[in-house]
């Protein structure tokens, strides 16, 4: 009883973390309650996409993720760019 507490609450606290990092949290109650210590830490690891500073492709002009070492639309090899462009949950965090 007292361990279906535990995970109960461990899901809850899942569900708020990923709410906080724009992330599902009916997957990560699930995840959260299922494997109450380590899927509280992967989540806390856990680094969203949306998170994930973004560049443009010189080749192509997608937009792909920064740590992208190949574009995903037309090959192209990518340096490591001077410039980055802001993370999609920033973007939405300075639009309001
Ligand atoms: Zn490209």
Known sequence: ???????????????????????????????????????????LLYRSDREELRRQCPGCGKVVKLHDALCTSCGTELEFPDVAIISEAEAAARHG
């Open 1 to 43: 009883m007292v361990y279906l507490l535990l995970c109960l609450w461990f899901g809850v606290a899942g569900a708020v973390v990923a709410r906080i990092k724009g992330s599902s949290m009916f997957l990560w109650f699930v995840i959260s309650a299922v494997l109450p210590v380590f899927g509280l830490l992967a989540l």
